[in-house]
């Protein structure tokens, strides 16, 4: 209960992939104890060659903050993912970068649940949408976008 309050005050200031918590009412619907199940299926994603939390996506990280309160065992993965363009190793540093991001915002919320955040990084090497097209200019922009992304995995949830 107290948790939850805590996270409302939680106001995350998101500039330039800079994210702090001062003391801020942050607008949320209250979203009374979110299905597992459901935030688990969320993503965030993120601009070209970027690893920025926008607001969206803090909306979203907050969901998962509140599945880690609501449930004292459960742990979360961040994956980070990244599309086709560029080597691989640069993918793979970048999904991390991703990763890592959505990490801290959590971090700076909530710094006790830090160690039930694990993260991790696939690259280019999962995309949700196959695209061939992997020029700077590429006409699939709307298909890249969708694979920068980064997905929430739970484990440790009693049901
Ligand atoms: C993301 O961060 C970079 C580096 O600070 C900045 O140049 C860029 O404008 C930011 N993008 C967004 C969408 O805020």
Redesign the pocket.
Known sequence: MWNRLVIMFCFCFLI??ISSCPKKGIKTTSKASPAVKQVGDKRIFF?YD?F?I?EASADILLDVIAVLQDNPDAQVALTGHADNRGSHDYNLALGAKRADSAKKFMVNCTPYLGKRIKTASKGETEPLVQVKDNSKNSKYEKEHAKNRRVEFSFSGIKK
């Open positions: 330039t992939g601009n970027e920025n926008t």
